[in-house]
Antibody, heavy 119, light 107 residues
């Protein structure tokens, strides 16, 4: 079955970087774009950006431009989201989500990765 | 960016009740509106896409309607497993944006 499995929880200090992985299975990896969405405590879901696993092209929300990098590793069907210059406001659960082809609809989500930024 | 506003932010209801959640977009999004169910510690689940299309496997007590800027999610008869947070999302234009969520609690 279609599945996205994310890496485990992370605790980081302010100013550090974090890299979260999202391993896809059960479908053709390069055929579906992957988005990253986060949810800070008590807040709604926030879209961070998108990566096309086929060619590796990306598009990021303006809020995260310059701090976020999304990459993919085709042989392992894994996408990565790296966020740098972490601050306490980046404490959140980070999700990867698969987009149903060309619809903007997220039909499968990873289980989430809690990133805690604390000194 | 398109702003999505959900109401109410929380709702208390009983098993068997009919409930409606509203989502309003800051500009027209045609029918590009999707609904997700989110339970604590779990991944969000797609319920309805393109305003009113029920995802395969989702119970028929869930339905969606609307167009343009105003949309609704209706649960016709609440079941115990339906108590969760419901979130709308516009897929009309990037950046895709979400409503703040409606937490459905047991009365």
């Amino acid at each position: 079955q279609v599945q996205l499995v994310q890496s485990g929880a992370e605790v980081k200090k302010p100013g550090a970087s974090v890299k979260v992985s999202c391993k896809a299975s059960g479908y053709t990896f390069i055929s579906y774009q992957i988005h990253w969405v986060r949810q800070a405590p008590g807040q709604g879901l926030e879209w961070m950006g998108i990566i096309n696993p086929s060619g590796g092209s990306t598009s990021y929300a303006q809020k995260f431009q310059g701090r976020v990098t999304m990459t993919r590793e085709t042989p392992t069907s894994t996408v990565y989201m790296e966020l740098s210059s972490l601050r306490s406001e980046d404490t959140a659960v980070y999700y990867c989500a698969r987009e149903a082809v060309a619809t903007g609809v997220f039909d499968c989500w990873g289980q989430g990765t809690l990133v805690t930024v604390s000194s | 960016d398109i702003q999505m506003t959900q109401s109410p932010s929380s709702l208390s209801a009983s098993v068997g009740d009919r409930v409606t959640v509203t989502c309003r977009a800051s500009q027209t999004i045609s029918s590009s509106l999707n609904w997700y169910q989110h339970k604590p510690g779990k991944a969000p689940k797609l319920l309805i896409y393109a305003t009113s299309s029920l995802r395969s496997g989702v119970p028929s007590r869930f339905s969606g309607s609307g167009s343009g800027t105003d949309f609704t999610l209706t649960i016709s008869s609440l079941q115990p497993e339906d108590f969760a947070t419901y979130c709308c999302q516009q897929s009309y234009s990037v950046p895709y944006t979400f409503g703040q969520g409606t937490k459905l609690e047991i009365k």
